[in-house]
C-alpha cells in the first residue's frame, strides 16, 4: 500500500535524501505535502517534481514568491508555523517526516502525534527539548516514532524484537569530527571554514559544526534517553572513525548487538520509511574484509567540552536541555558568520546554562520562552566578550 509522506525540512540535507527513497520508489511513497524555511528555488524544483498538494515555506516573503513562481501548477502554497502545522494533520497523510533542523518541529511533530501519523524523526531538538511531551502525546496516541538520525536508526534496529528490559547500556557511536585527535591548543582561533570538514558524512552547515564540537552527539544522548526509555547514565559514547559500526546495545547477559554499514544516510532514512520491511539500495555494500578492523576511542571530553555539557544539562533535566540547545544554536549561528571563534561555542553555551532558573516540567510556552531567553542571553554574552 502506498504512504503518502509529509516532509518539512524537504530543501535540507535530509528532506532532499528523503526525497531520493521517493523517486526511487514512486509506486511505494508519494508526496502529499512539503516544508521548508525560505529556500524558494529550492521547493520549486521538488514542486514540479514531486506535485505535492500543498507546499509551505516558514518564511512568509519566500511564500509569496513561492506562489507567484508555482501559480500554474495545483500545489496550494502555504506559510508559517500555521502552515506546517496544517500540513502535519493532513487527513491522508500516513507519516509525517521531521527533516527541520532546530526547534522550529516541536509544534508540527506534536501535531502529527495528535493527528495520529507516524512520526519518521530526524530533528533530535524536538526530542531533546520537548522529550516528556512527545513521548507522552506518542504514548496517549499509539504512535509509532521511528528514529532517522543513523545513530538512533541503529539502535532502534538492534532492539527489534529484543525486551528492553534487558538493556544494560546503549553504545551511542560518532566520527569524531573534523578536529578528532586534536587538543584544545590547537582550536585556538579556529573559524568556520576550518570545521566544515566532516571525515565521512555529507551534513548540514549546523550538524557539520555540532559533530566537530560534540555537541551533537550530547543532543543524541538526550534523544536516546527518550526514545529508548534508558537512563543518561547508562547511554556510554564511542568514537568509531571509520562510521561503520552505527551504534550497538549491549545486554545485561554480555552480549552486543550492532548495526554496521556504510556511512550513507540514505539507508537509515529508507529503513523508517519501509521498517520492517527492507528494499534493495543503490550505496556501496559493506566489505568487512576491506574494512578489516574496527577502530573506537573514548571521547576526549576535556578538549571538546559540548558532550559533557549535554550530560550536565541532561542531569539537570526540566528546561536546562532547551536551554543548552538553544544556547548551541545561537552560537553556531554567530561562529558560521564568523562573529565568533570555534572555542566560545562551549563558553557561551556554558554561561547561558548557568544563567538560566531550571523549570522542572515545562510546558511548551515554557520550552519557546526559554528557547527565546538563551538566544538572548547568547548575543549578550557574545557582544559584551564576557
Same mark, same amino acid.
Given at each position: 500500500?502506498?504512504?503518502?509522506?509529509?516532509?518539512?525540512?524537504?530543501?535540507?540535507?535530509?528532506?532532499?535524501?528523503?526525497?531520493?527513497?521517493?523517486?526511487?520508489?514512486?509506486?511505494?511513497?508519494?508526496?502529499?505535502?512539503?516544508?521548508? =524555511?525560505?529556500?524558494?528555488?529550492?521547493? +520549486?524544483?521538488?514542486?514540479?517534481?514531486?506535485?505535492?498538494?500543498?507546499?509551505?515555506?516558514?518564511?512568509?516573503? @519566500?511564500?509569496?514568491?513561492?506562489?507567484?513562481?508555482?501559480?500554474?501548477?495545483?500545489?496550494?502554497?502555504?506559510?508559517?508555523?500555521?502552515?506546517?502545522?496544517?500540513?502535519?494533520?493532513?487527513?491522508?497523510?500516513?507519516?509525517?517526516?521531521?527533516?527541520?533542523?532546530?526547534?522550529?518541529?516541536?509544534?508540527?511533530?506534536?501535531?502529527?502525534?495528535?493527528?495520529?501519523?507516524?512520526?519518521?524523526?530526524?530533528?533530535?531538538?524536538?526530542?531533546?527539548?520537548?522529550?516528556?511531551?512527545?513521548?507522552?502525546?506518542?504514548?496517549?496516541?499509539?504512535?509509532?516514532?521511528?528514529?532517522?538520525?543513523?545513530?538512533?536508526?541503529?539502535?532502534?534496529?538492534?532492539?527489534?524484537?529484543?525486551?528492553?528490559?534487558?538493556?544494560?547500556?546503549?553504545?551511542?557511536?560518532?566520527?569524531?569530527?573534523?578536529?578528532? =585527535?586534536?587538543?584544545?591548543?590547537?582550536?585556538?582561533?579556529?573559524?568556520?571554514?576550518?570545521?566544515?570538514?566532516?571525515?565521512?558524512?555529507?551534513?548540514?552547515?549546523?550538524?557539520?559544526?555540532?559533530?566537530?564540537?560534540?555537541?551533537?552527539?550530547?543532543?543524541?544522548?538526550?534523544?536516546?534517553?527518550?526514545?529508548?526509555?534508558?537512563?543518561?547514565?547508562?547511554?556510554?559514547?564511542?568514537?568509531?572513525?571509520?562510521?561503520?559500526?552505527?551504534?550497538?546495545?549491549?545486554?545485561?547477559?554480555?552480549?552486543?548487538?550492532?548495526?554496521?554499514?556504510?556511512?550513507?544516510?540514505?539507508?537509515?532514512?529508507? #529503513?523508517?520509511?519501509?521498517?520492517?520491511?527492507?528494499?534493495?539500495?543503490?550505496?556501496?555494500?559493506?566489505?568487512?574484509?576491506?574494512?578489516?578492523?574496527?577502530?573506537?576511542?573514548?571521547?576526549?571530553? +576535556?578538549?571538546?567540552? =559540548?558532550?559533557?555539557?549535554?550530560?550536565?544539562?541532561?542531569? @539537570?533535566?526540566?528546561?536546562?536541555?532547551?536551554?543548552?540547545?538553544?544556547?548551541?544554536?545561537?552560537?553556531? @549561528?554567530?561562529?558560521?558568520?564568523?562573529?565568533?571563534?570555534?572555542?566560545?561555542? #562551549?563558553?557561551?553555551?556554558?554561561?547561558?546554562? @548557568?544563567?538560566?532558573?531550571?523549570?522542572?516540567?515545562?510546558?511548551?510556552?515554557?520550552?519557546?520562552?526559554?528557547?527565546?531567553?538563551?538566544?538572548?542571553?547568547?548575543?549578550?554574552?557574545?557582544?559584551?566578550?564576557?
Amino acid at each position: 500500500m502506498k504512504k503518502n509522506l509529509v516532509i518539512i525540512g524537504s530543501t535540507g540535507s535530509i528532506g532532499t535524501q528523503t526525497l531520493d527513497v521517493v523517486r526511487t520508489y514512486p509506486d511505494h511513497f508519494g508526496v502529499l505535502a512539503l516544508a521548508a =524555511g525560505k529556500n524558494v528555488k529550492k521547493m +520549486e524544483e521538488q514542486v514540479r517534481e514531486f506535485h505535492p498538494k500543498f507546499a509551505c515555506l516558514f518564511d512568509e516573503t @519566500a511564500a509569496k514568491d513561492l506562489s507567484v513562481r508555482i501559480a500554474d501548477t495545483d500545489t496550494k502554497v502555504l506559510a508559517g508555523m500555521d502552515g506546517m502545522v496544517m500540513e502535519a494533520v493532513m487527513r491522508t497523510a500516513d507519516v509525517f517526516v521531521n527533516a527541520v533542523v532546530g526547534m522550529i518541529g516541536i509544534e508540527p511533530t506534536l501535531a502529527a502525534i495528535n493527528a495520529g501519523k507516524t512520526i519518521a524523526l530526524a530533528n533530535k531538538e524536538t526530542l531533546v527539548t520537548a522529550g516528556h511531551l512527545i513521548t507522552r502525546a506518542a504514548e496517549e496516541e499509539d504512535v509509532s516514532i521511528i528514529p532517522v538520525d543513523s545513530e538512533h536508526s541503529a539502535i532502534y534496529q538492534c532492539l527489534r524484537n529484543e525486551n528492553h528490559k534487558r538493556i544494560d547500556k546503549i553504545l551511542l557511536t560518532c566520527s569524531g569530527g573534523t578536529f578528532r =585527535g586534536k587538543k584544545r591548543a590547537e582550536l585556538v582561533h579556529l573559524h568556520a571554514k576550518d570545521a566544515l570538514k566532516n571525515p565521512n558524512w555529507d551534513m548540514g552547515a549546523k550538524v557539520t559544526i555540532d559533530s566537530a564540537s560534540l555537541v551533537n552527539k550530547g543532543l543524541e544522548v538526550m534523544e536516546a534517553r527518550w526514545l529508548f526509555d534508558v537512563p543518561v547514565d547508562r547511554i556510554e559514547v564511542l568514537v568509531q572513525p571509520q562510521s561503520i559500526c552505527h551504534s550497538a546495545v549491549q545486554f545485561q547477559d554480555g552480549a552486543v548487538i550492532a548495526q554496521l554499514a556504510s556511512p550513507d544516510m540514505h539507508l537509515p532514512i529508507q #529503513y523508517a520509511l519501509t521498517c520492517p520491511d527492507r528494499f534493495p539500495l543503490a550505496i556501496k555494500p559493506l566489505d568487512l574484509t576491506e574494512v578489516g578492523s574496527l577502530i573506537f576511542e573514548k571521547p576526549d571530553t +576535556e578538549t571538546f567540552r =559540548g558532550l559533557p555539557l549535554a550530560i550536565q544539562a541532561a542531569k @539537570a533535566g526540566g528546561s536546562m536541555p532547551t536551554a543548552f540547545n538553544a544556547a548551541n544554536e545561537e552560537a553556531v @549561528a554567530l561562529f558560521l558568520k564568523d562573529k565568533i571563534e570555534f572555542l566560545d561555542i #562551549y563558553d557561551l553555551i556554558e554561561k547561558a546554562m @548557568a544563567a538560566h532558573q531550571v523549570i522542572p516540567n515545562p510546558t511548551l510556552e515554557q520550552i519557546l520562552q526559554t528557547e527565546k531567553e538563551a538566544r538572548e542571553n547568547v548575543e549578550r554574552f557574545a557582544a559584551s566578550g564576557s
